[in-house]
């Protein structure tokens, strides 16, 4: 399984960013898809969920500000991030699993905030 990011980058605080996933070699429709985040000197944590029906989570910190969306067509999963703030500076990492128990990580793109 390789799940390749895109569309990270350098904005200045309250600029937007969209990222997006796309799976090499396969479908995935039938899988649960995220996004996971780790900034320097901080844990990974999960910041948004999306499962096969379509159904969100979000962290509580980016919540109202980014959006995950599939295109199950198109193979891709996205995140619109608005309203960037320093502390989202991040590596970003799409994942996808059976479950919510993300097996499959890529291999993550930078997103830097400037304040």
């Known amino acids: 399984v390789q799940l390749v990011e895109s569309g990270g980058g350098s904005v200045q605080a309250g600029g937007s960013l969209r990222l997006s996933c796309a799976r090499s070699?396969?479908?995935?429709?039938?899988?649960?898809m995220g996004w996971f985040r780790q900034g320097p000197g901080q844990e990974r944590e999960e910041v948004a969920s999306?499962?096969?029906?379509?159904?969100?989570k979000y962290a509580d910190d980016v919540l109202g500000r980014f959006t995950i969306s599939r295109d199950n067509a198109k193979n891709t999963v996205s995140l619109q991030m608005n309203s960037l703030k320093s502390e989202d500076t991040a590596l970003y990492y799409c994942?996808?699993?059976?479950?919510?128990?993300?097996?499959?990580w890529g291999q993550g793109t930078q997103v830097t905030v400037s304040s």
């Open positions: 070699g396969g479908v995935l429709s039938q899988y649960c």
């Open positions: 994942v996808m699993g059976d479950t919510t128990d993300f097996r499959y």
């Open positions: 999306v499962d096969t029906d379509g159904n969100h």
